[in-house]
C-alpha cells in the first residue's frame, strides 16, 4: 500500500509541472477557438448562443484534468515507456492522414499503419539487410509494438470515460438538411479536452548510478509490457517520470437519438474497443504473433466503430422532424431566458398558447406578439402541462428552438471534403 501510496504522490507532484507547461495553455487555446466555432454558428442559425464559451472551456479543462488522472494512472501501471514507442514517427503520420480527412488526426489510424509497417519491415529485413542500414526503417523496426498500440488503448479509454461523463454536456442545437432533402433537427456533440499526462522514459544506468538513491523499487512483476532495452551485466532500468500535454476530441451527431443515449451508447462502444485493444497488445509481449492482430485492430476497429455509429444515426428516424408531433417541438431552450425560466425543456411538445392550437412557428409569434399574458399548453411524454408566462421581454429573445419546418430557410448540410481538396479549391 505505501508503495502505491507514493507512486500516486510523485505522480500528482509531476503532473502538478503540466499547469505550467505553455503547450497545456496551448491546448487550451485551441479548445477555445474550436468552442467559439461552435457558438457562432449557433448565432448564424438561430441568433441567440445556447453554449457559452467560457463555461464549456472551463468543464472541458475539469474533466480534462480528471482525464489526465485516469490516464497517468494506466500509463503507469503497464509501464509504457515513451522513449520506445516511436512517438517521433507517430505525429506525421497522423498529420498527413489529416490532410484527407480531418477526423482521421488520430492515434488509431497513425498506431495502426506504422505498427503494420514495421511488422512488414521485420518480415522482409532478413531477405534485404540493407534495410537496417537506413535509419528511419531501422527506428521504425525497433518500435515496441505492443507499447504503441497499447498507448492507443488507453487514449481512447481515456476518451470513452470523458465522453460518458460529459459528451453530452455541450450539445448544440443544428437544423441539417439529409440526403432526401429533409430538413430535420438533431445535435452536434463536440468536445475538446485539454490533458495533462504523466509518462514514463526509460534509461540504462549502472547500479552504482546515485540515481537510485531515494528512487522506488517495483514488484517484480513490473512493468507489464516489458522493455527492449539491452542491458549490460552491471546496468539497471530507471524509468523517470515526466509531464506530457495531450488533446482529446469527440465529434458526433444525434439525429435519431438523445444525446445523453448518443454518448452513452458510444462510450460503451470505445470503452469495449479500448479494452480489447489494449488486451491484445499486452498479450502480445508473450505471444509475438498477436502484434499482428492488434495492428490491424487498432485502425479497423476504430473505423468500424465510426461506420456502425453513422448508420445507426442516419437510418433510423429524425427524433426532432416537423412531421413526427402536432404543435412545435422544443429542440432546445437557450439558458437565461423566458423559454427556461418557464420551464421549457428540450423534447417538449407546445401545442397551444391561449387555448389557441398552433400548427406552425408562424402561429406561436403571431400569439406572443398579440397578448401580453400568455399560457402555455405542453405535452411532455404522457403529461399536459399549462404554464403561465408574461411577454415583457422582446419578442426575438424568448430562448426556445423549436424543430424546423418543412421548408427551413437555414440549415447545414454534411460535406465530405478533404482539406486538401479544399486548399486545391482555393488556388484554382
Same mark, same amino acid.
Given at each position: 500500500m505505501t508503495l502505491w501510496l507514493d507512486i500516486i504522490t510523485l505522480m500528482f507532484k509531476t503532473m502538478f509541472l503540466s499547469f505550467v507547461n505553455p503547450y497545456f495553455w496551448l491546448v487550451i487555446f485551441i479548445v477555445i477557438m474550436q468552442y467559439r466555432r461552435t457558438v457562432n454558428l449557433e448565432k448564424k442559425l438561430f441568433g441567440l448562443a445556447v453554449n457559452n464559451i467560457r463555461q464549456v472551456t472551463f468543464s472541458s479543462v475539469l474533466y480534462g484534468i480528471l482525464g489526465g488522472l485516469f490516464g497517468s494512472i494506466l500509463l503507469l501501471l503497464l509501464g509504457i515507456s515513451l522513449d520506445n514507442i516511436g512517438i517521433i514517427y507517430l505525429w506525421p503520420v497522423a498529420i498527413f492522414l489529416f490532410l484527407f480527412n480531418p477526423r482521421f488526426l488520430c492515434f488509431a489510424y497513425a498506431g495502426g499503419i506504422i505498427a503494420v509497417f514495421s511488422l512488414f519491415l521485420r518480415a522482409i529485413q532478413p531477405v534485404y539487410p540493407v534495410l537496417g542500414e537506413i535509419k528511419i526503417l531501422a527506428g521504425i523496426m525497433e518500435i515496441h509494438l505492443p507499447s504503441l498500440l497499447a498507448l492507443v488503448g488507453i487514449l481512447h479509454l481515456t476518451e470513452s470515460l470523458l465522453i460518458y461523463l460529459s459528451g453530452h454536456r455541450s450539445a448544440s442545437p443544428i437544423y441539417l438538411k439529409t440526403s432526401g432533402g429533409e430538413v430535420v433537427g438533431g445535435y452536434s456533440l463536440q468536445c475538446f479536452w485539454p490533458l495533462p499526462l504523466v509518462g514514463l522514459w526509460a534509461l540504462a544506468v549502472a547500479e552504482s548510478s546515485q540515481m537510485f538513491v531515494g528512487s522506488i523499487p517495483m514488484p517484480e512483476w513490473w512493468p507489464l509490457l516489458g522493455t527492449v532495452m539491452n542491458l549490460g551485466g552491471d546496468e539497471k532500468i530507471v524509468y523517470l517520470m515526466f509531464p506530457i500535454v495531450a488533446g482529446l476530441g469527440y465529434s458526433d451527431m444525434a439525429l435519431s437519438s438523445d444525446p445523453v443515449d448518443k454518448r452513452r451508447k458510444t462510450a460503451r462502444n470505445l470503452a469495449i474497443y479500448s479494452v480489447l485493444l489494449s488486451a491484445v497488445a499486452i498479450t502480445a509481449v508473450y505471444i509475438p504473433v498477436m502484434a499482428i492482430i492488434a495492428a490491424l485492430l487498432a485502425p479497423l476497429g476504430h473505423e468500424f466503430l465510426i461506420h456502425k455509429g453513422n448508420k445507426e444515426e442516419y437510418s433510423s428516424p429524425p427524433l426532432f422532424s416537423a412531421d413526427n408531433v402536432d404543435g412545435l417541438q422544443v429542440l432546445a431552450v437557450i439558458?437565461?431566458?423566458?423559454?427556461?425560466?418557464?420551464?421549457?425543456?428540450?423534447?417538449?411538445?407546445?401545442?397551444?398558447?391561449?387555448?389557441?392550437?398552433?400548427?406552425?412557428?408562424?402561429?406561436?409569434?403571431?400569439?406572443?406578439? *398579440?397578448?401580453? =399574458? $400568455?399560457? &402555455?399548453?405542453?405535452?411532455?411524454?404522457? *403529461?399536459?402541462? =399549462? $404554464?403561465? &408566462?408574461?411577454s415583457s421581454w422582446p419578442i426575438n429573445e424568448f430562448g426556445a428552438i423549436f424543430t424546423p419546418g418543412k421548408y427551413a430557410g437555414v440549415y447545414v448540410e454534411m460535406s465530405k471534403s478533404s482539406l486538401w481538396e479544399r486548399f486545391k479549391r482555393k488556388r484554382s
Open positions: 439558458p437565461q431566458t423566458p423559454a427556461e425560466k418557464v420551464g421549457l425543456q428540450r423534447g417538449d411538445n407546445l401545442i397551444a398558447i391561449n387555448d389557441m392550437d398552433l400548427h406552425s412557428e408562424l402561429d406561436f409569434w403571431n400569439a406572443v406578439r *398579440l397578448n401580453n =399574458r $400568455l399560457i &402555455l399548453t405542453i405535452k411532455r411524454g404522457s *403529461l399536459t402541462k =399549462r $404554464l403561465p &408566462l408574461k
